[in-house]
């Protein structure tokens, strides 16, 4: 019976050769994409799961009760993890990481590398699985001069992993100190949110913060590894209040969150959990399902439209006493069949795209047959056989051989019915996916063209490092004599993660109200470079001697002050008083998800340690090129890591350009899918309708009008997909746009282009079958009269 079904089943493939590859073709399609997605998805899932204890790590986040609402921030006193380990039982480890965004500098005697670092508390490896090649994890980081780097910077350092016991130096701004390499760790996998080339002991940045370590200053991340058996929520209860008894004056609390949470759930509104990453995880899942779906829709609809040629098949084995049950299980073995052979094709294109598949998304995917790829893969294809093949095995198997023998078929009218509307399904999610294209890319182009109250084009910017920094006035004065750089200085940073203080007051501030301000350190001429505009009073100037008790600060820093003429006026800053000189224009110094935040520039040269250069348009490389080899004389042996201020400002956008490219490969892959579907429908009702055609261009009608007659029932169909996708896309480009502080106003021609746009496809796609279906000849579709 096995050998009978299939042989059967290749004899109607065979039989059928378009409407077979017309479905291999848009299964396959669909189950790559869902490859594709599902190997995102997992990846992304996977991020910082991979420690042993992760039901028992947890991070403690941090909320600021303040005028504006709650902010919750990673950041807490650098005194809490060790606070915490002694006082709360509950806690078996507590571990603090620093919280430096610059990169080091490390060196031996013949190399100097740029890296990334942290300062971490010495139980790090009890609490985080990073394997170590050498060293013993217990002891790595006990020593105040102890350092461990990973086997990268190892290699790089001394050609070799076997680095225990050499002695390097790190140095960041104007601290460095030679240390003992006591351990060496594996390179820090993909799928861990925190990358870094060394760790060094946290005791070295309680010197480092000097009298800035204490419970009002927040500056290093805590991390918990809790008891077994401990109910991670008493232990949220437990810490709540754990700043305020040892600093009652201050409005924070505490609250734990997994780990593994931080990737995926980094988004908090009003001190509550509100998304982040996870909402892309769930798109792309949706339009994985959709693109399916749509690809089985084509399945069934072709199948049940090629029924009335099967009807003979089913009559006879109905009267020869096959069950209806028999009949559908072949049918569906027939679907099952064609999509494993869709899933080796599917295969195959996700090998060739997986490489511009990455580059688009910035993953290191790879087609690797593991057991959950393979279970996942095997799952997926036969949850779209089933699927695509339900429909018709049941339709097929329930005609009744008396009538089908007859050449009756009952029930036709309904399944005409299912067929439209399985059509305008498939067409409704593709014009949301259209207008979802527009509006993402739409929103993408307006917030990078957006006036930023700043120039970020043609700025380089680099860490002073070495003599830079011990001559960087110097330095600066020779970099603006450059041919190609127009102006140049020296700052903190501008863009993404900048440092905030509560510790400022003013004449007539409620002393209940704690007021979060972005701060920025900055070199005279930091605003000018920028392009910055004024608004009131003056920048920094060296003019001016006494500009290092003054300070600048935004509109809305003002503005939340409530202060009315404000320069002049004297605010208090750390315990020191302040004269405000200037204010600024605003400027979105952070993404356009966040309104623009009160902030102030604060001089002072010897914090401001990344060198702005502003080159001309159009000579940039000539600029680079001598700016490389003025900085090789100062620092001879020393890498000249430089960036683009732009491209700063673009990668917080990264998720969203990603989205927008993806959204347009997933949309023409949608389209292209439903079309294939169109086709082949449109195909087969011409072939159904030659002999009606015949008789109608017998009787005079012309080509035009059986073309229309042909596309009409199909245009009435996209129309009503065109009506029910409009106000369902509407919600949800509106329920994305309100990530954004600032974002584009919806226009009715992106809803009306889209759905012209699906409605000229379907045209093109029927009138194609529609104009060659007019054009035969009719003494052909006669003959056999």
């Given at each position: 019976m096995i050998r009978h079904s299939l042989l059967l089943m290749y004899r109607n493939f065979k039989r059928f050769k378009s409407t077979f590859f017309i479905n291999l073709i848009g299964l396959s399609s669909?189950?790559?994409?869902?490859l594709l997605i599902f190997l995102w998805v997992s990846d992304e899932l996977s991020v910082d799961g991979f420690h042993e204890?992760?039901?028992?790590?947890?991070?403690?986040?941090?909320?600021?009760?303040?005028?504006?609402?709650?902010?919750?921030?990673?950041?807490?006193?650098?005194?809490?993890?060790?606070?915490?380990?002694e006082e709360v039982p509950e806690v078996k480890y507590a571990v603090s990481s620093s919280i430096i965004p610059d990169k080091f500098v490390v060196s031996d005697d013949n190399h100097h590398i740029n890296?990334?670092?942290?300062?971490?508390?010495?139980?790090?490896?009890?609490?985080?699985?990073?394997?170590?090649?050498?060293?013993?994890?217990?002891?790595?980081?006990?020593?105040?001069?102890?350092?461990?780097i990973s086997e990268e910077l190892a290699m790089k350092l001394f050609g070799t992993t076997n680095a225990v016991g050499r002695t390097i130096k790190w140095q960041i701004l104007h601290f460095g100190k030679p240390v003992v390499v006591t351990g060496v760790f594996k390179n820090v996998?993909?799928?861990?949110?925190?990358?870094?080339?060394?760790?060094?002991?946290?005791?070295?940045?309680?010197?480092?913060?000097?009298?800035?370590?204490?419970?009002?200053?927040?500056?290093?991340?805590?991390?918990?590894?809790?008891?077994?058996?401990?109910?991670?929520?008493?232990?949220?209860?437990?810490?709540?209040?754990?700043?305020?008894?040892?600093?009652?004056?201050?409005?924070?609390?505490?609250?734990?969150?997994?780990?593994?949470?931080?990737?995926?759930?980094?988004?908090?509104?009003?001190?509550?959990?509100?998304?982040?990453?996870?909402?892309?995880?769930?798109?792309?899942?949706?339009?994985?399902?959709?693109?399916?779906?749509?690809?089985?829709?084509?399945?069934?609809?072709?199948?049940?439209?090629?029924?009335?040629?099967?009807?003979?098949?089913?009559?006879?084995?109905?009267?020869?006493?096959?069950s209806r049950a028999s009949l559908a299980m072949h049918y569906l073995g027939e679907s099952l069949l064609m999509a494993f052979a869709a899933l080796i094709l599917a295969l195959t294109i996700v090998e060739l795209s997986i490489g511009p598949f990455n580059a688009i998304t910035g993953k290191q995917l790879a087609l690797s047959f593991a057991p959950e790829f393979v279970l996942g893969a095997f799952g997926i294809a036969c949850i779209t056989g089933l699927l695509a093949g339900s429909y018709p095995a049941l339709y097929l198997s329930g005609f009744r051989?008396?009538?089908?023998?007859?050449?009756?078929?009952?029930?036709?009218?309904?399944?005409?019915?299912?067929?439209?509307?399985?059509?305008?399904?498939?067409?409704?999610?593709?014009?949301?996916?259209?207008?979802?294209?527009?509006?993402?890319?739409?929103?993408?182009?307006?917030?990078?063209?957006?006036?930023?109250?700043?120039?970020?084009?043609?700025?380089?910017?680099?860490?002073?490092?070495?003599?830079?920094?011990?001559?960087?006035?110097?330095?600066?004065s020779e970099v603006r004599q450059i041919p190609g750089i127009t102006n140049a200085s020296s700052g903190g940073s501008i863009i993404g993660d900048i440092g905030s203080t509560?510790?400022?007051?003013?004449?007539?501030?409620?002393?209940?109200?704690?007021?979060?301000?972005?701060?920025?350190?900055?070199?005279?001429?930091?605003?000018?470079?920028?392009?910055?505009?004024?608004?009131?009073?003056?920048?920094?100037?060296?003019?001016?001697?006494?500009?290092?008790?003054?300070?600048?600060?935004?509109?809305?820093?003002?503005?939340?002050?409530?202060?009315?003429?404000?320069?002049?006026?004297?605010?208090?800053?750390?315990g020191e008083d302040k004269k405000i000189i200037g204010v600024v224009?605003?400027?979105?110094?952070?993404?356009?998800?966040?309104?623009?935040?009160?902030?102030?520039?604060?001089?002072?040269?010897?914090?401001?340690?990344?060198?702005?250069?502003?080159?001309?348009?159009?000579?940039?490389?000539?600029?680079?090129?001598?700016?490389?080899?003025?900085?090789?004389?100062?620092?001879?042996g020393f890498e000249l890591d430089y960036k683009f201020l732009n491209e700063d400002y673009e990668s917080l956008y990264a998720a969203e350009q990603r989205v927008a490219v993806l959204s347009k490969y997933f949309a023409g892959l949608a389209i292209l899918i439903?079309?294939?579907?169109?086709?082949?429908?449109?195909?087969?009702?011409?072939?159904?309708?030659?002999?009606?055609?015949?008789?109608?261009?017998?009787?005079?009608?012309?080509?035009?009008?059986?073309?229309?007659?042909?596309?009409?029932?199909?245009?009435?169909?996209?129309?009503?997909?065109?009506?029910i996708a409009l106000p369902a896309s509407y919600l949800l480009v509106t329920y994305w746009l309100q990530n954004f502080a600032y974002r584009i106003e919806l226009k009715l021609w992106y809803f009306v282009g889209a759905g012209l746009l699906a409605l000229f496809i379907a045209w093109f796609t029927v009138g194609m079958q529609a104009v060659k279906a007019a054009k035969v000849n009719p003494t052909q579709c006669l003959s056999d009269e």
């Open positions: 669909g189950l790559a994409c869902a204890n992760d039901s028992r790590l947890f991070q403690v986040m941090t909320n600021h009760d303040n005028a504006e609402g709650v902010t919750t921030m990673e950041a807490g006193p650098g005194l809490l993890a060790e606070t915490l380990a890296a990334s670092g942290q300062f971490v508390s010495k139980d790090f490896f009890n609490v985080f699985s990073y394997p170590l090649l050498h060293g013993n994890r217990e002891q790595v980081l006990a020593g105040k001069s102890a350092i461990v996998p993909a799928n861990s949110s925190k990358q870094f080339d060394f760790l060094a002991s946290f005791e070295e940045f309680k010197d480092m913060l000097g009298d800035g370590l204490h419970w009002d200053n927040h500056n290093a991340e805590t991390y918990l590894l809790l008891a077994e058996g401990v109910d991670p929520g008493q232990v949220n209860q437990k810490i709540t209040g754990f700043i305020k008894q040892k600093l009652p004056t201050s409005n924070v609390s505490l609250l734990i969150r997994p780990y593994s949470d931080r990737y995926l759930y980094g988004t908090y509104e009003n001190g509550v959990q509100a998304g982040g990453r996870i909402a892309y995880v769930r798109l792309f899942s949706i339009v994985a399902v959709f693109i399916l779906l749509i690809a089985c829709i084509n399945f069934m609809n072709l199948s049940t439209a090629k029924a009335s040629r099967r009807i003979k098949e089913v009559g006879i084995k109905k009267s020869l006493g096959a051989p008396a009538e089908v023998l007859r050449g009756r078929l009952e029930g036709l009218g309904g399944e005409m019915w299912a067929r439209k509307g399985l059509v305008v399904f498939q067409f409704t999610l593709s014009v949301i996916l259209i207008v979802a294209v527009l509006v993402v890319y739409k929103q993408i182009e307006y917030v990078q063209t957006k006036n930023l109250g700043y120039n970020k084009d043609n700025i380089v910017y680099f860490s002073a490092e070495g003599k830079v920094q011990q001559n960087l006035e110097p330095f600066l509560i510790g400022l007051t003013w004449p007539g501030k409620n002393p209940d109200d704690d007021v979060a301000f972005q701060t920025v350190a900055v070199n005279y001429g930091m605003i000018e470079t920028l392009g910055i505009s004024i608004k009131s009073g003056r920048a920094f100037s060296k003019e001016f001697a006494t500009d290092t008790a003054k300070i600048v600060f935004n509109e809305t820093a003002i503005a939340t002050m409530g202060m009315q003429d404000p320069v002049g006026k004297t605010v208090n800053l750390w224009k605003d400027f979105h110094f952070q993404s356009l998800h966040e309104q623009v935040k009160p902030m102030f520039f604060r001089l002072e040269p010897k914090q401001a340690m990344k060198v702005m250069a502003r080159m001309e348009a159009g000579r940039e490389n000539e600029a680079i090129a001598q700016l490389q080899e003025l900085h090789e004389k100062y620092n001879p439903s079309c294939l579907g169109l086709f082949g429908l449109a195909t087969f009702t011409a072939e159904r309708r030659l002999k009606e055609i015949g008789v109608r261009k017998v009787l005079g009608a012309s080509e035009f009008s059986i073309a229309y007659l042909l596309s009409v029932d199909f245009s009435k169909l996209v129309l009503i997909s065109i009506l």
